[in-house]
């Protein structure tokens, strides 16, 4: 069993920078792919970016490429997504979430197996 809880989220203004966190913990954090999704209102929980265990593999979704930032670290546990030049169209609620099954990063909602509560990140114009 794993557990996930983010924090960081908050209200920003257009062009600035959020840093959420997500601590896990339950079985052994470095075994496992992490991953961010979002989710707006009225729209679908969409891939965001996600880290390969041992954190030298990345992916991102084209709409965060260049302004968003995955790490991991696993003396605490934690992955971080770093958020810059920050657009109204990334409001939403960021779900931090693990891949217990496979080593490298997937896009599929469904390869995830444990769901953080999420975190809203509001972009103001």
């Known amino acids: 069993q794993v557990q996930l809880v983010e924090s960081g989220g908050g209200l920003v203004q257009s062009g600035g920078s959020l840093r959420l966190s997500c601590a896990a913990s339950?079985?052994?954090?470095?075994?496992?792919?992490m991953g961010w999704f979002r989710q707006a209102p009225g729209k679908e929980r969409e891939f965001v970016t996600c880290?390969?265990?041992?954190?030298?593999?990345?992916d991102y979704a084209p709409s965060v490429k260049g302004r968003f930032t995955i790490s991991r670290d696993g003396a605490k546990n934690t992955v971080y997504l770093q958020m810059g030049s920050l657009k109204p169209d990334d409001t939403a609620v960021y779900y931090c979430?693990?891949?217990?099954?496979?080593?490298?990063?997937?896009?599929?909602?469904?390869?995830?197996?444990?769901w953080g509560q999420g975190t809203q990140v509001t972009v103001s114009s």
């Open positions: 880290i390969s265990k041992n954190g030298g593999i990345t």
């Open positions: 339950g079985r052994a954090f470095s075994r496992n792919v």
């Open positions: 979430a693990v891949d217990s099954q496979h080593s490298v990063g997937s896009r599929s909602r469904s390869d995830y197996d444990y």
